[in-house]
């Protein structure tokens, strides 16, 4: 029973990476972009850094497992991502619909880290815990940041519309 336990485990290891790679690329995509939200980029610029740090300790917990990650999978994700960053950018308000898609992603990856930590617990990885914790600390931190911030992302998109300035990005 325990090696099914550790299977499932390492495949959630395998596809919380993949994530992160498709998190780096979405918001790599969206830097490129945000001239006029200065703001988002310092904030974005710091959570890419901490997603590849996230990306890191998985590869770090993988190789503790005696595995690694599925460049498939990383390569499928990566283009998921740049194409939904892509995706909003002919849209007037991309800032808006990036905000969104920021926050929902947010809470994926808190919700893929949560069932990390069970699957952790029923691998018996009891090393894991303390660096899945972390990463999820991060991603609550920036979902937060996501959240107290749409109202003035909002706010300041529809005032520049307004004024008729470049307001999307």
Same mark, same amino acid.
């Given at each position: 029973?325990?090696?099914? $336990? ?13 994530? +992160?790679?498709? %998190?780096? +690329? ?23 850094? !901490?997603? !590849? ?19 498939? #999978?990383? &390569? ?17 308000? +991309? ?9 929902? &992603?947010?809470? &994926? !990856? ?22 899945? #914790? ?22 300041? $998109?529809?005032?520049?519309? %307004?004024?008729?300035? #470049?307001?999307?990005?």
């Amino acid at each position: 029973m325990q090696e099914s $336990y550790r299977d499932t485990y390492i495949t959630g290891l395998v596809n919380a990476r993949a994530l +992160e790679v498709q %998190a780096i +690329e979405l918001m790599s995509r969206q830097l490129d972009r945000l001239q006029s939200y200065p703001e988002v980029e310092s904030v974005l610029r710091k959570h890419v850094a !901490e997603t !590849e740090q996230q990306r890191d300790r998985l590869d770090q917990l993988l190789q503790a497992q005696g595995t690694s990650h599925s460049s498939f #999978k990383d &390569f499928v994700t990566g283009v998921m991502g740049n194409m939904a960053a892509m995706g909003h950018v002919p849209m007037q308000d +991309e800032i808006i619909k990036n905000s969104l898609a920021n926050y929902a &992603f947010e809470h &994926f !990856e808190i919700a893929s880290y949560k069932s990390l930590l069970t699957l952790a617990d029923l691998a018996g990885d009891t090393q894991a815990p303390s660096v899945l #914790k972390l990463s999820l600390s991060e991603e609550e931190r920036m979902a937060q940041w996501c959240e107290d911030n749409l109202d003035a992302i909002t706010r300041k $998109y529809a005032s520049l519309r %307004a004024q008729g300035e #470049k307001a999307g990005i």
